[in-house]
């Protein structure tokens, strides 16, 4: 048998209630689960930042003992 789209549905008025009360519950843990995944989000912004940072300084020290090398080679 073939349903009809837009046909009417008929549901108990408490099996409705405990539909809504179900509904209620997925729509809050939606949200808890974007603010899980915002806090992720933030945290790995932090990562990164932090991680760029350390780049930052092995470059420095990089360049730092290449200049001392060079000046090392110059001096004999």
Known sequence: MKERVGAP???KVDEYKEILDVLDMVKGKIG???DTLSG???LRGE????VSMWN?????I???????????????
């Open 47 to 50: 990562e990164d930042a932090e």
């Open 32 to 34: 808890e689960i974007r």
């Open 62 to 76: 990089e360049k730092k003992i290449e200049d001392i090398d060079k000046m090392m080679f110059e001096m004999e």
């Open 56 to 60: 930052s300084t092995i470059d420095d």
């Open 9 to 11: 549905v008929f549901v």
């Open 40 to 42: 992720i989000n933030e």
